[in-house]
């Protein structure tokens, strides 16, 4: 299995081009804007101390999928969760289990995880992140 | 699509949500929706630094859907002015508005006390602002409201500095450290109005019209900007690689034009990068990256190794406006005085510009010691310094004159013929001919930007008057289509009017070439008549008399040439605005 991973976190400029592309990558449900993404890019206190990108570190023993009541989130083959958002309540227990903050809540009250599938690779236009078998 | 228009009342705290489809139909978005919106709620009379002024934030329908669109455009009176304020911001501030599901935000009224704002998606929260006035650093600021508020990563922080609340008439306001509305003093604006900042959060989401489209020429955008030498400039070496070039070609303005050429090697684009480039960094949504940051270590004063390091934003424009302008060679120097405005949160353009002129006063004797109470002489960067605080903290009337603008201080003291300002806007870094000073006399916002004047004088060698005027106008005209998408003008290569018109396509609108550039004239013609209803007049005393004594890379410009364009301008423009 593949998985997301930092190339060279110092080289992010805090572009957002990945959370874009994440909400953008779904073929069932396209979404213009940043609220579907299981990335964030942000600042480090100001960008005077430059940027970063935080997404799912891939856990062996995800803390999100044990805590999830509804089995939306399951454990992946190779690290990190998959996520069925047909059974999904908005109950955000997982939000408040990821240690690194790496759920973000949707615009629609459900979650975004990163599920490792690289798309946001092609758009990020300076090399801070790759796929790389887990 | 995103049409709703958010208005916030500081006066009562009160805000009003209105779904407004017939401005992006006929208006785009932007500056096109963004100029009625303030025909609406502002009278043209009115006290620019009183509760009657009015702004407006205003993003397109570009703005969450494509790479580059990342500008806000910001409308108001200028108070430097005195008549149309408008200033774009890049940042994350406009990506945060769309996000909040605003295609625009007005403000108006005054709060009794001080308060930031906080707009939260739907909701609008009005802050207890008393314990962060009086901050002297933006960047403080920025770091406090950072750590109280949420939104981390989906948010703008928007805020006035210390020169806002102090009413400096050339204030700006800083949004994610780096970016700036920084012309025409909207951070006055701010501070007239009690008002420290704006913090904007937001995660909202729309789909395509059509899916497969929407990728495909999101796809194409994307590989134009990397691939193509279409941002090739700002991608290497940025806006600062204009240094050496301008300086050969006699274009570069020095000493307040007082001289033609500098000893600028040690503030070249090239040594910035060689030797202080520290970091780049992105307004949201821009692969390119042009925001080039230097790293400045400097030891202690007073206790041998102890460091810091402070990490400063440079770009052309400050270059010349507080290195060229004001006779500083020095690199460190430099690096110090953009830090010093930065911190104020004062537009380093009219900072500077103010500078040149104050110091050629004192040299002519205008102005006493007295007054400027330091010894200004150009290169002096300590004494600049000082003279940039006082400005700031106003202790004497002089610079209480001067933190109103160049035009403010020289009509009142003496020295108008060499106060570099258009319209009473201090002048931004091309002394390259006619083109350029033509079109920061009849440009909408008094800005380089306006028009391209300085490019136009690059590329074509004679033009006539008349000639010039109407390609001056013609590419304001498409800017307003640019800057209604919102897209970056350093991207205006990518965004041709073909691929404009059909990137429409996937988010659900329809727009052919034909359209968009009479929608540019219209929203030209618009701004022109609320200009004009503020009190604008293009003539020659917007314009000051050493234009006419220097020599540009195109000679010694007559007079009898920009009176034959203004009066061409005023016939068939200007009288036509009604």
């Not at chain 2, 006929?26 to 025909?39: P, R, S, Y």
């Not at chain 2, 455009?73 to 994350?92: I, M, N, Y």
């Not at chain 2, 600049?384 to 603008?405: C, H, M, R, T």
Request: glycine share 10%; with cysteine; hydrophobic share 40%.
């Amino acid at each position: 299995m593949k998985i997301l991973r930092l190339a060279d976190v110092e080289k992010c400029v805090g572009c957002s081009l990945c959370m874009l592309a994440c909400s953008r990558k779904n073929v069932k449900n396209q979404r213009i804007g940043l609220g579907h993404s299981g990335i964030r890019a942000v600042s480090l206190s100001g960008f005077e101390r430059g940027a970063t990108v935080i997404f799912c570190h891939a856990c062996l023993e995800p803390p999100c999928a044990e805590v999830c009541p509804s089995k939306a989130l399951k454990p992946r083959k190779g690290g990190g969760v998959t996520y069925n958002e047909r059974v999904c309540f908005s109950c955000h227990n997982c939000i408040s289990a990821c240690k690194i903050g790496a759920i973000f809540e949707r615009d629609d009250g459900k979650i975004a995880v990163c599920i490792h599938c690289g798309y946001c690779v092609d758009f990020c236009p300076h090399g801070v992140l790759e796929v790389v078998e887990a | 699509m995103i049409s709703r228009v958010l208005t916030i009342d500081l006066s009562d705290y009160t805000y009003e949500i209105q779904e407004r489809e017939d401005l992006v139909e006929k208006w785009i978005g932007g500056v096109g929706a963004g100029i009625q919106i303030l025909k609406e709620r502002l009278n043209p009379s009115a006290d620019p630094l009183s509760q009657k002024n009015v702004i407006v934030f205003s993003t397109g329908p570009f703005t969450p859907a494509y790479p580059y669109a990342s500008k806000t455009v910001a409308l108001f009176k200028s108070p430097l002015t005195g008549e149309l304020g408008e200033t774009h911001a890049g940042g994350r501030t406009a990506m945060a508005i769309a996000s909040a599901g605003y295609m625009s935000v007005a403000i108006e009224g005054k709060s009794e006390k001080p308060v930031y704002i906080v707009i939260d998606g739907d909701r609008v929260h009005f802050r207890d602002g008393r314990s962060i006035v009086g901050i002297r650093d933006s960047l403080i600021l920025g770091r406090i409201l950072a750590e109280i508020e949420g939104g981390r990563g989906i948010r703008s922080i928007i805020r006035a500095g210390y020169a806002g609340e102090k009413l400096v008439r050339y204030a700006c306001l800083t949004t994610e450290t780096y970016r700036h509305f920084g012309r025409l003093g909207l951070g006055a604006v701010f501070g007239s109005k009690n008002l420290l900042a704006v913090v904007v959060i937001g995660n909202k989401t729309y789909p395509p019209a059509d899916q497969k489209l929407y990728r495909e020429i999101y796809s194409e955008i994307y590989r134009i900007g990397v691939e193509s030498e279409a941002m090739k400039k700002y991608h290497l070496l940025g806006t600062a690689e204009n240094v050496l070039p301008l300086n050969e070609l006699g274009g570069l303005p020095v000493k307040n034009l007082t001289e033609r050429r500098f000893d600028c090697e040690d503030i070249s684009g090239e040594k910035f990068a060689d030797e202080n480039l520290g970091r780049r960094i992105a307004c949201s949504h821009c692969p390119t990256a042009c925001i080039h940051i230097a790293a400045l270590r400097e030891e202690y004063e007073d206790e041998r190794y102890f460091f810091k390091t402070v990490m400063i934003g440079y770009d052309y424009e400050l270059i010349y406006a507080l290195g060229s302008m004001i006779g500083v060679k020095n690199r460190r120097d430099l690096l110090k005085l953009i830090h010093r405005v930065e911190s104020f949160g004062l537009d380093a353009i009219s900072t500077g510009v103010c500078l040149a002129w104050a110091t050629e006063a004192f040299k002519r004797g205008f102005v006493s010691r007295e007054d400027t109470i330091v010894d200004l002489e150009f290169g002096n960067s300590a004494s600049y310094l000082k003279a940039i605080n006082w400005i700031v903290e106003q202790p004497n009337e002089f610079y209480s004159d001067l933190a109103k603008g160049a035009r403010y201080a020289a009509e009142k003291y003496g020295g108008t013929e060499f106060a570099m300002t258009f319209a009473g806007n201090e002048m931004p870094g091309y002394n390259t001919g006619y083109a350029s000073y033509i079109g920061l006399t009849i440009g909408l916002r008094h800005s380089h930007l306006d028009n391209g004047g300085y490019s136009l004088d690059q590329k074509v060698s004679s033009l006539s008057p008349q000639e010039t005027v109407d390609r001056l106008v013609k590419e304001e005209m498409w800017r307003q289509v640019l800057s209604s998408l919102v897209v970056c003008f350093f991207a205006r290569n990518v965004f041709r009017p073909e691929l404009v018109s059909r990137a429409f396509l996937p988010i659900g609108f329809q727009f052919t070439e034909d359209e968009l550039e009479k929608i540019g004239e219209r929203i030209y013609m618009e701004k022109l008549k609320l200009k004009k209803a503020m009190g604008y007049e293009p003539d020659l005393s917007q314009i000051p008399e050493r234009v006419f004594e220097v020599e540009t890379p195109h000679g010694r410009l007559e007079r009898e040439f920009f009176e034959d364009a203004l009066n061409y301008y005023r016939r068939t423009y200007f009288l036509k605005a009604d």
